[in-house]
DNA sequence: GTTCTTATGGCACTCACTGCCACATTTTGG
DNA sequence: CCAAAATGTGGCAGTGAGTGCCATAAGAAC
């Protein structure tokens, strides 16, 4: 790696740490991308060199670990169960989670707070969980995705959404372990009422 | 109901559709606010007063018939079971889209050309999940959803979008009643494989 | 018909974001 | 170690979305 690389990843981490920084003392929509540059020391049209839009300023954070997760779920073995490769998956959220508590709650609470970067996170979430579905597929044998393969692929990114959720909400103070465990359970025993086909209970 | 609101009313349809035509003509990104504001014959600021973002020039078509959506679950009798009063929520989804074909194909297909829009559909869809984990929780007993009734909600919501989903992708031909039918029972027999807490399979 | 209310649209402005170009720094190759 | 090629930096000017303000016009109320 040549002194050049170093400096950029330098200088890119310097940016999302001071855009943070600022986000979290002045609220998002009142820090302008102007305001971010000048505290990195950079020129905002360098700025946009690392980061293509203001939001994608936050959500790179989230995104790099959302596809370390991918990552690991693509790296089970192809003869591992399905559902124990998804659990692998589920596992490497929590580990982020638990090792960033206080940054993913600043994010989080951001995210609530300003529509823009909601909408951003809701867009990023949803293309990963199209990931998944590719690679659910994959290893079902099949090249692009079907309704089954979907499904796993919803069904597992929705007990991970709701125990971040319910995580978020108890302050970070419950444990992501038991809570998409119990999110599993409730899957499994079918005490989650599933509707039924032709509208019979 | 005065001339006034009939005015508006009007303004707005004509608001809408013009920049409906425009941008399945030109494009999301290629068409600006101007124009549809001319097209529409009034003027930019004007135009702003009806609709709060150019996004929104697209979304408040699906946001309508989602919120009418939600509205059919929360009229169903309390005593009704929850995974029927769901089955009604799936219906009135499965009855706007048949009557709405090719725009819910059109505006779909904008969507995947125009990260923009994508996320903002992204968004309303996960405030939709929102609103119906609430209606999900008062059915229940409870002020605030929990794990459940979120996980209820979360489910419903992704049957509905892998089904959507299957949809678009076959052009509008399979039948949507089919693919949620078919999403339902490939949940309830467990078809679908949940991971298993605590890493068992 | 006068007055009150409210929609309209023009103007000026902020801010996110981009293309272009001159300049500086790092890398490469002799 | 130095010249030349490659590449990152940042200024400037410009586009387009979105907002506050205000004068004006049109509908509603009496």
């Given at each position: 790696?040549?002194?050049?690389?170093?400096?950029?990843?330098r200088t890119r981490h310097l940016i999302a740490d001071k855009a943070f920084e600022l986000f979290t003392e002045h609220g998002f929509d009142r820090t302008t991308v102007e305001q971010i540059a000048a505290a990195a020391e950079v020129g905002p049209r360098t700025l946009y060199r690392y980061f293509p839009t203001k939001?994608?300023?936050?959500?790179?954070?989230?995104?790099?670990?959302?596809?370390?997760?991918?990552?690991?779920?693509?790296?089970q073995p192809d003869d591992v169960p399905l559902s124990e490769a998804l659990y692998a998956l589920i596992d490497s959220v929590?580990?982020?989670i638990v090792s960033n508590e206080a940054r993913v709650l600043a994010v989080y609470d951001m995210s609530t707070c300003t529509p823009s970067v909601n909408a951003q996170f809701s867009g990023i979430w949803d293309r990963w969980c199209d990931e998944i579905s590719d690679e659910v597929a994959r290893r079902g044998g099949s090249r692009s995705p079907d309704l089954t393969a979907r499904l796993a692929a919803s069904t597992a990114c929705?007990?991970?959404?709701?125990?971040?959720?319910?995580?978020?909400?108890?302050?970070?103070?419950?444990?992501?372990?038991?809570?998409?465990?119990?999110?599993?359970?409730?899957?499994?025993?079918?005490?989650v009422p599933f509707p039924a086909p032709a509208g019979r209970a």
């Open positions: 790696m040549g002194l050049r690389e170093i400096k950029m990843e939001e994608s300023l936050i959500i790179s954070f989230v995104e790099t670990h959302l596809s370390a997760a991918v990552q690991r779920l693509r790296e929590i580990a982020t929705a007990v991970i959404d709701v125990s971040v959720r319910e995580w978020v909400e108890s302050g970070g103070k419950a444990s992501m372990r038991t809570l998409t465990d119990r999110a599993l359970e409730l899957l499994r025993t079918g005490e």
